[in-house]
């Protein structure tokens, strides 16, 4: 487990020093343009000339820009970023009393990982299916569910869910997300800011490109061009990045599941009910969030068995057969096997995390049975409902009603029996 952590960092040291010189690249080229003299594509003698030499730095300085800028945005994630995100993604911090069930499944989730502390637990009042792990450290994560993904799974479903979610924060891989999107939204905002100033600025009229003489104005169109080209490229590459390694990750919290709950099925039951749930795409989610989901949010189930480039997630279908291989034991090792079957890859699973383990495979919980579709979604909705602070009450005639919190009454009348029922005060 701590060479499979360890390999975690290094891998995420390796893919940060590669979106830092994509990041500086970008600043040198994109602040080489405002060089009068036309930046490092200068004639070599005008090298000498005094206005050069105080021109000469604007790469430099663009550079400097790039590197300020990500070094306050990562101040401020670092600080508050967890906050952010599950503010961004409306999720509501609950209780044990609330929510009894699914705080269960998180504590004992807690103590099979050997986390040092449980997570705090938040809810996203959506109907989408899916969930995330975000914080700097085991002792200050967060694990967020959407109502509908707690209102579909079964129990075994629940927990390997949030054993995927537990294994991203043993891995440290909830800290790696949180630095490389900063990177990546550094890389993103700078290639935006240019490109649109390029668009609506007047930095192309042909005054400026001859401010310095002939050789100087050609040297800085020139530049422009290549500015405007890394501005379009440096993204892509740092997304290519950026996903690289996101997808090894989901492998291996799904392979950490698999040893957590010693029932690969759960996990892999609640992936096809996640991929095939009819709901809208979830409303929160956008690009800085969608790669912490189990799933991607932006993919709909046909599409989710396309592996490219760009994805931010393996494809889901992949992992359901890995893991329902998974017949001999639930190992790293069984994982790893199952895996090279399955995808006729190369293991994702570190060579020192390969140890032979012996951890059998257990039988399905008592409460593993699905629900009907109409219970799942009448449960959804009281979820939803619950989180938005409607109040609960059974009348005597036993007909539950649900009072939106913007009711003004302090009485209501019972639609079966009209008896009239006194609110609870506010």
Known sequence: M?????????????????MVVVLLLLGYVIGSIFDP?????????????????????????GMAFAATLWFILMIVSFSSGDHILLNASNAKLVTHDEYPQLFNVVEEMKIAAGLPAIPKVYLIPDPAPNAFATGRSPKSASVAVTAG????????????????????????????????????????????????SMFYSSMGSRRRYSSGGKNAGQAQLIMLVIAIIAAIVAPIMAYLLYFALSRKREYLADAGAARLTRYPEG????????????????????????????????????????????????????????????????????????????????????????????????????????????????????????????????????????????????????????????????
């Not at 003698?45 to 206005?51: A, D, F, T, W």
């Not at 891995?171 to 905002?189: C, E, F, N, P, Q």
């Not at 057969?321 to 006729?344: A, E, P």
């Open 37 to 61: 003299a036309g930046g490092f594509l200068m004639p070599r003698q005008q090298m000498q000339s005094p206005r050069v030499i105080q021109t000469n730095y604007a790469g430099f300085w």
């Open 149 to 196: 993904l707690l209102g579909r799974l079964n129990r075994d479903q629940l927990q390997g869910v949030i054993a995927h979610e537990m294994s991203h924060i043993l891995h440290r891989d909830i800290l790696y997300v949180t630095l490389a999107g900063i990177m990546l939204g550094s890389i993103v905002l700078i290639s935006q800011v240019f490109l649109r």
């Open 267 to 426: 996990l892999a039951g609640a992936l096809e009910k996640i991929a095939g749930d009819p709901s809208p795409q979830l409303a929160a989610a956008n690009k800085v969030t969608a790669p912490m989901y189990i799933v991607n949010p932006f993919k709909k189930a046909r599409s989710m068995k396309l592996s490219d480039l760009t994805s931010t997630h393996p494809p889901i279908s992949e992992r359901i057969k890995i893991l329902r291989s998974m017949s001999s034991g639930v190992s790293f090792k069984d994982y790893s096997d199952s895996y090279t079957r399955i995808t006729h890859h190369k293991t994702i699973v570190p060579a020192a995390a390969l140890t032979k383990e012996d951890i059998a495979l257990r039988q399905a919980g008592a409460e593993a049975k699905d629900k009907q579709r109409t219970e799942q979604m009448r449960q959804v909705g009281d979820i939803m409902r619950k989180i938005n602070q409607f109040v609960f009450l059974t009348c005597l005639c036993g007909l539950k009603l649900k009072i939106p919190p913007n009711f003004k009454s302090d009485k209501v009348q019972c639609p079966r029996c009209k008896r009239i029922i006194d609110l609870p005060a506010k």
């Open 2 to 18: 701590w060479e499979l952590i360890r390999a975690n960092k290094r891998n995420s040291v390796i893919l940060m020093a590669l």
